[in-house]
């Protein structure tokens, strides 16, 4: 299958410091999704982006969809300790399969 | 808005034993359909797919097997359960003839083959 990189593996912060972590592929993705995972529970989508260079904005996140449509990043301003999960890039190639980082933990630390 | 709705949430089974997981989506029509199984909650692995009742395409060979017996109704299922099948396993819906087509998860089940 594809192979997503995602990185840092893990994160640990102060409070109200700003999160930046990235994905990148081989493959040129159609979609590029962020998505946070609290423990024992299903991932729940942050951000969707659709088109290359696009930068959009869900509160404190952002996210943008690299112009090359291989990398992605996603930023979190001013944590707060209720963003502490895991969270997971996704690239959908063409078609309906999606592809999935292996993630980034952050711990924030009040 | 769909919801994805996934049961039982937790499951223990013995090594041999089979397994019947369900999903059944909720708020939309002919979705796309999706598998996951998530290892010590990390990296998500795709394990089957579907774009339509009796439609299957599996991602890796393994173990399991997925039916799709209606338009908004996905089982996974094995005969005979490995201690490799233990994990949190994600059942996952999305439109395929729509534009923004993100995914969208159910709440999981955790698996444990003793």
């Known amino acids: 299958g594809q192979q997503l990189n995602q990185s840092p593996q893990s994160m640990f912060i102060q409070e109200g410091e700003d999160v930046s972590m990235n994905c990148t592929s081989s493959?040129?993705?159609?979609?590029w999704l962020w998505y946070k995972q609290d423990p024992g529970e299903g991932p729940v989508l942050l951000i969707a982006?659709?088109?290359?260079?696009e930068l959009t904005s869900n509160g404190r996140l952002t996210a943008q969809f690299g112009i090359t449509r291989k990398d992605s990043f996603l930023n979190i301003s001013a944590s707060i300790p209720s963003d502490v999960g895991i969270y997971f890039c996704?690239?959908?190639?063409?078609?309906?399969?999606?592809?999935f980082g292996t993630g980034t933990s952050l711990t924030v630390i009040p | 808005s769909q919801t994805i709705h996934q049961w039982p949430a937790t499951l223990v089974q013995p090594v041999g034993s089979p397994l019947s997981l369900e999903c059944t989506v909720e708020?939309?029509?002919?979705?796309?359909l999706y598998w996951y199984r998530q290892a010590a909650g990390r990296g998500l692995q795709l394990l089957f797919y579907?774009?339509?009742?009796?439609?299957i395409s599996s991602e890796v060979p393994q173990n399991l097997s997925a039916s799709r017996p209606q338009d908004r109704q996905f089982i996974l299922s094995s005969k005979k359960l490995l201690l490799s099948d233990s994990g949190f396993y994600l059942c996952?819906?999305?439109?395929?003839?729509?534009?923004?087509?993100?995914?969208?998860f159910g709440p999981g089940t955790r698996l444990t083959v003793l």
């Open positions: 982006l659709y088109k290359a260079g």
């Open positions: 996952a819906g999305n439109h395929g003839r729509s534009l923004y087509n993100e995914q969208f």
């Open positions: 493959s040129i993705f159609n979609t």
């Open positions: 708020g939309t029509s002919n979705p796309n």
């Open positions: 996704a690239g959908q190639l063409p078609g309906n399969q999606f592809y």
């Open positions: 579907s774009v339509g009742i009796g439609q």
